[in-house]
């Protein structure tokens, strides 16, 4: 599976960025997306993540209420839209994906995933 992040960029407090994560490969519909970041000096966490299915999305802490995590119905485009953007927001964001035949779990941790995307980075400054 091959995954291409795309979207990052700066933004002032408060801004809106969507960061898209386009997925290829082998029966791609049956892999649950997630997407993470990593700020500097920081171990790489969870944003987000959502089932192969589509039904059913997980939010860490760090963005609930100011982040949607969507696929589209061909489940191979992964999205994220952020809003009401901090500096602690700061990070490479990465898109990761893991095969699975459980279409409801979640997977929560960076070394469950087994293929990742090269990462966009977000800035947010004023």
């Known amino acids: 599976v091959q995954l291409q992040a795309s979207g990052g960029g700066w933004v002032q407090p408060g801004g809106s960025l969507r960061l898209s994560c386009a997925a290829s490969g082998r029966a791609v519909s049956r892999y649950t997306l997630g997407w993470f970041r990593q700020a500097p000096g920081k171990e790489r966490e969870l944003v987000g993540t959502v089932t192969w299915s589509g039904g059913s999305v997980y939010y860490a802490d760090s963005m609930k209420g100011r982040s949607t995590i969507s696929r589209d119905p061909t489940k191979s485009t992964l999205y994220l839209q952020m809003n009401s953007l901090k500096p602690e927001d700061t990070a490479f964001y990465y898109c990761?994906?893991?095969?699975?035949?459980?279409?409801?779990?979640?997977?929560?941790?960076?070394?469950?995933?087994?293929?990742w995307g090269q990462g966009t980075q977000v800035t947010v400054s004023s």
């Open positions: 990761a994906a893991r095969e699975t035949s459980d279409s409801r779990r979640f997977y929560l941790k960076p070394q469950e995933y087994d293929y």
